[in-house]
């Protein structure tokens, strides 16, 4: 039987991905970003290619009703969603007190109360069925602050805390939380978020994979999924703790200042 995937910010980068990894795997999907031709042009794409059933809801979740609206259009139509996928959200470089507050309230609405919103909705249905997969995008920003992206690296640090203590919460129910937390990523983010010339960005991987591994990680129920991480990177990561806090900050901020050419 086909599984139905609700996946946020599906119109690019890694909710794309994410989507085609769930139509290659024979599954439906409900996708919903804020641009409506990027999502009809996916949704061509998916249903040509693998013969399944698109759903396309156009949405900015930066405003406080539109998770409700997405849940009440998904009841409307008669769709079951097996898997919610909530990858949508952005970032920002800048000093906290100058960037514009706007955004930054919008990045808390999108990262962190839509998210929640969403879960809150349609977790109830999971639990009633005994069945359900969820993965919030989180990122590896979670595990540290970050200075020149205050607002957004603790938003990601509330995505895995709410993540992880969801997944304990519903042991024993059939339904799992996972959060995946990738490193850079060539997605639109670094472009939007400003971070294009940055240290962060200098090795990413492809969207495509941290895709993948992060959908194998939701179908098997995982707590965390660390992905496009070298074996180096990964282990700088896990001493984290064992490192002085002054200095974690000191050299996450360098990541995040813009590099400028001599030329």
Not at 38 to 46: F, G, I, Q, V, Y
Not at 226 to 247: D, E, I, N, Q
């Amino acid at each position: 039987m086909n599984k139905t995937a609700l996946i946020t910010g599906a119109s690019s980068g890694i909710g794309a991905e994410l989507a085609r990894c769930h139509a290659a795997s024979g599954g439906n999907l409900v996708l919903t970003a804020r641009r409506q031709d990027r999502l009809d042009r996916l949704k061509d794409e998916l249903e040509g290619k693998y013969g399944i059933q698109v759903t396309v809801i156009a949405g900015d979740l930066t405003q406080p009703d539109t998770a409700s609206k997405i849940y009440a259009q998904v009841k409307t139509k008669g769709i079951e969603i097996d898997y919610l996928i909530n990858n949508a959200g952005f970032g920002g470089q800048g000093m906290f007190h100058q960037r514009k507050w706007e955004s930054d309230l919008a990045m808390i609405q999108l990262n962190i109360v839509a998210l929640a919103a969403l879960t809150r909705l349609f977790l109830p249905d999971f639990v009633k069925r005994n069945h359900g997969r969820i993965m919030n995008v989180s990122s590896i920003a979670s595990l540290m602050p970050g200075p020149l992206q205050a607002v957004y690296f603790a938003s990601k640090a509330f995505v895995t805390s709410f993540s992880n203590a969801l997944y304990e919460e519903l042991r024993g129910t059939g339904v799992t939380v996972t959060a995946l937390l990738p490193g850079g990523t060539m997605t639109e983010f670094a472009h939007t978020a400003g971070l294009e010339k940055t240290k962060l960005f200098a090795k990413a991987v492809s969207a495509q994979k941290v895709a993948w591994k992060g959908y194998r990680g939701m179908l098997k129920g995982r707590l965390n999924i660390m992905a496009g991480l070298s074996p180096g990177r990964r282990l700088t990561m896990g001493l984290l703790p064992f490192v002085s806090k002054k200095m974690v900050l000191r050299v996450t901020r360098q990541l995040q200042e813009i590099e400028t050419s001599a030329g």
